[in-house]
């Protein structure tokens, strides 16, 4: 009997022992909100700074951007840094500009990983807009900080050019890495689910609480009840996109990027650019995040 209690006493001392480290370890890093509210602040301030230096810190060496212009991914901090010296040099037109960032959300989908989504708006000296847009974004948690791993942000374009004769769409990458397989279907049953406006099948890509960030819809559609709701197509619509890009991040997590394509009844057509995160789930990818707007 004395015997059984000190085994009893052992296994309630390791088990507290434990709890309090898990306790501890969660209380000793930041919530998800206070993060994104750092990184945002840090960004915005060497944004307004004009700080092209300052700005390409707050992404990790190997990161990605995706934005409306250019129409091509920026990759790597390098490039990030010269995509930036770029806007904030005489003649652009983002010269002495400031830039507004608001969160709608912003969680961790891993130990390491967060999202975040919101909107932006860049103003000039007058205050008057010069651009504003939705954004969809991944970061990594390094030393007490989130750096963007992948940034997917899309402005509101108000003239569209329909035109077909500069459009082009190149292939999709090939891979052998883990999982791409499944981003591949992924994709391909978007694309068949949008030209089939299927709604039902189309919200079942996403994960129970996806977070839908598109050009086509007003703000940023939280779950999956709520994506097929607000889902719309026109009439002859018909959808295409091509990978890009893509980069498994372990814990069941990926993400990929490329280009998408609508062209209507009419020959008209559209070009735009998406970055997307993934959670694998047995055989299939499903959508954490989709962020994806216009190019053009």
């Known amino acids: 009997m004395k015997k059984s209690y000190l085994i009893v006493l052992t296994v309630l001392f390791a088990f507290n022992c434990t709890q309090k480290k898990q306790k501890n370890e969660t209380e000793s890093k930041p919530l998800a909100e206070t ?34 212009n250019p129409q091509s991914p920026i990759e790597g901090q390098e490039s990030i840094l ?30 390491d990983i967060y999202l975040g989504a919101g909107n932006f708006t860049i103003l000039n000296q007058q205050n008057e807009i010069l651009e504003q847009g939705k954004w969809g974004n991944v970061f990594k948690f390094d030393n007490g900080q989130i750096k963007y ?12 050019d329909t035109s077909v004769a500069e ?37 079942m890509l996403f994960t129970e609480d996806g977070i839908q960030n598109v050009n086509s819809k007003n703000g940023i559609v939280m779950g999956r009840q ?15 996109a091509t990978i890009l890009g893509y980069r498994y991040l372990d814990n069941n997590l990926a993400i990929a990027y490329g280009k998408w394509t609508a062209s209507g009844e009419d ?28 190019s053009r």
Do not use: C, P
């Open 82 to 111: 010269k995509a930036f010296e770029d806007t904030f040099s005489e003649g652009s037109e983002l010269k002495n500009s400031r830039i507004e960032v608001t969160v709608t959300d912003a969680r961790s989908v891993s130990e």
């Open 149 to 160: 791993l992948m940034e997917s942000a899309h402005r509101e374009l108000k003239d569209v």
């Open 226 to 240: 709520q994506i097929k709701q607000t889902e719309s197509y026109s009439d002859g619509s018909v959808l295409n």
């Open 167 to 203: 459009i082009t769409l190149k292939n999709s990458i090939t891979s052998e890495a883990l999982h791409f397989d499944k981003i591949v279907r992924s994709i391909e049953n978007y694309i068949s689910n949008y030209n089939s406006k299927n709604s039902d099948g189309l919200s």
């Open 267 to 294: 020959n008209s057509i559209v070009i735009g650019q998406w970055g997307n995160l993934f959670k694998i789930e047995g055989e299939k990818a499903l959508l954490i995040m989709e962020s994806a707007g216009l």
């Open 35 to 68: 993060l994104m509210a750092e990184s945002i602040q840090r960004f915005t301030t060497a944004w307004n700074q004009g700080n092209a230096v300052e700005i390409s810190k707050e992404f990790t060496a190997d990161a990605i951007r995706i934005i409306s």
